[in-house]
């Protein structure tokens, strides 16, 4: 008698663990991906005023200027946004993270020739 009792008990209990498990990893995933989609938005934010101040003060000086891709902008403060988001950035992170917007101006570069 006690295992009709039990069986259905330990049932019960081993499927509302799987159904929380499954919530709690659905609602992770969830907010990653939020997370993820709001930061792309700020950076594209930062990268569209940084590229307008650039524009602005290129014009000020009165010189012939060209301006980088928006990507360009897009993705050094996306990357600048991440080391953020890492905490405690140091010199040598920007310094890497300047290096690869440099290698992608260049690749973007070669691309336009």
Known sequence: MEA???????????????GALSSIVTITIQQ???SKRDKM???SEMA??????SHELAKEQGK?????PV???QHYHYEI?????????KASDIDKIVQKNR????AIRLNQK
Do not use: C, H, M
Request: charged content about 20%.
């Open 4 to 18: 009709q009792v039990l069986i259905p008990l330990i049932s019960a209990l081993i499927g509302a663990i799987i």
């Open 71 to 73: 990507s360009v902008y």
């Open 41 to 43: 938005k700020l950076a």
């Open 48 to 53: 569209e005023n940084d590229r307008k101040f």
């Open 81 to 89: 946004l991440t080391a953020l988001e890492k905490g405690n950035v």
């Open 32 to 34: 990653k991906s939020q």
């Open 103 to 106: 290698e992608l101006i260049d």
């Open 64 to 68: 012939p200027y060209s301006l980088q």
